[in-house]
């Protein structure tokens, strides 16, 4: 009998690993900076598709993580006398299960910053943080990790919402081979299939007519993931990507979206 094929919702696979690594690498670089920095006031963090939390292999997803960065920066700065800005980490997942484990874990734990969960679609949610981020101060800055299982819920629209006012940066993760693989076939005009049809869709959302995705002049994975990255900035924010291989040609992308020059610098640290 063959061994039961290790399921990405249920364990921290490698990919996983190196994305989360580097989510919590930056976010200790961001904690601190902010914190330190006068023109900030308070902090919040924005966990879209947290997911379970703590998986079956006993390792902590990207709510806990961050929890933990929280808990390390506080630390640091108790060490120092130096103190820390407002902090918030706001949880959701489409699926209750999922975030109601993540509350549990965490309101267990010492309160180091204030919580706010919910349980929400990607659209639901996506429009609450455009809500909240258009009525914040200019002096509140924001990290949203986006991590959703795929990438119907990505729009050109929502990401400019989100960074228009500045305070705001973004970390995404997309599974840039299967979109890479299925990218031709999507854009025929009679598909049926609904995958092709939401990657078509965001094919059409973030590139023009002329584009070399639109017309199947893209060299490998890496082009197409240098394609994405260029396309997120909107021509207004800078950007940086970073792929990891799941396994022989399967690739994923985590892409960083700043309105600041500093934050750019401070990624491409981390990476």
Same mark, same amino acid.
């Given at each position: 009998?063959?061994?039961?094929?290790?399921?990405?919702?249920?364990?921290?696979?490698?990919?996983?690993?190196?994305?989360?690594?580097?989510?919590?690498?930056?976010?200790?670089?961001?904690?601190?900076?902010?914190?330190?920095?006068?023109?900030?006031?308070?902090?919040?963090?924005?966990?879209?598709?947290? !997911?379970? #939390?703590?998986?079956?292999?006993?390792?902590? !997803?990207?709510?806990?993580?961050?929890?933990?960065?929280?808990?390390?920066?506080?630390?640091?700065?108790?060490?120092?006398?130096?103190?820390?800005?407002?902090?918030?980490?706001?949880?959701?997942? #489409?699926?209750?299960?999922?975030?109601?484990?993540?509350?549990?874990?965490?309101?267990?734990?010492?309160?180091?910053?204030?919580?706010?969960?919910?349980?929400?679609?990607?659209?639901?949610?996506? #429009?609450?943080?455009?809500?909240?981020?258009?009525?914040?101060?200019?002096?509140?800055?924001?990290?949203?990790?986006?991590?959703?299982? !795929?990438?119907?819920?990505?729009?050109?629209?929502?990401?400019?919402?989100?960074?228009?006012?500045?305070?705001?940066?973004?970390?995404?993760?997309?599974?840039?081979?299967?979109?890479?693989?299925?990218?031709?076939?999507?854009?025929?005009?009679?598909?049926?299939?609904?995958?092709?049809?939401?990657?078509?869709?965001?094919?059409?959302?973030?590139?023009?007519?002329?584009?070399?995705?639109?017309?199947?002049?893209?060299?490998?994975?890496?082009?197409?993931?240098?394609?994405?990255?260029?396309?997120?900035?909107?021509?207004?924010?800078?950007?940086?990507?970073?792929?990891?291989?799941?396994?022989?040609?399967?690739?994923?992308?985590?892409?960083?979206?700043?309105?600041?020059?500093?934050?750019?610098?401070?990624?491409? !640290?981390?990476?």
């Amino acid at each position: 009998m063959k061994p039961r094929k290790k399921k990405a919702k249920e364990l921290v696979l490698p990919h996983s690993q190196a994305k989360l690594d580097l989510y919590q690498t930056y976010l200790g670089k961001f904690l601190t900076i902010l914190s330190l920095a006068q023109f900030t006031t308070a902090v919040n963090i924005y966990d879209i598709f947290c !997911g379970t #939390g703590i998986y079956k292999d006993e390792k902590f !997803g990207s709510p806990i993580l961050a929890y933990n960065s929280i808990v390390r920066t506080k630390r640091l700065f108790n060490s120092r006398n130096w103190k820390l800005k407002p902090l918030k980490l706001i949880i959701n997942d #489409g699926e209750a299960e999922k975030v109601d484990k993540v509350r549990n874990y965490l309101e267990r734990m010492t309160k180091v910053c204030n919580f706010e969960f919910h349980n929400k679609d990607s659209e639901e949610i996506i #429009g609450i943080l455009k809500k909240q981020i258009a009525k914040q101060s200019s002096t509140i800055r924001n990290l949203i990790l986006i991590d959703p299982y !795929g990438y119907k819920e990505i729009h050109k629209g929502d990401i400019d919402s989100l960074m228009r006012k500045k305070n705001t940066e973004i970390l995404l993760f997309l599974p840039v081979a299967q979109m890479y693989r299925f990218s031709t076939v999507a854009q025929k005009e009679n598909t049926t299939n609904t995958g092709y049809i939401r990657l078509k869709e965001f094919i059409e959302d973030f590139f023009h007519e002329t584009h070399a995705i639109r017309n199947n002049q893209i060299t490998d994975i890496f082009h197409y993931i240098s394609e994405i990255e260029s396309a997120l900035t909107l021509g207004k924010y800078y950007s940086s990507s970073y792929y990891i291989q799941r396994d022989k040609s399967n690739y994923y992308a985590l892409f960083f979206l700043t309105p600041n020059l500093f934050g750019l610098e401070k990624i491409l !640290g981390a990476k």
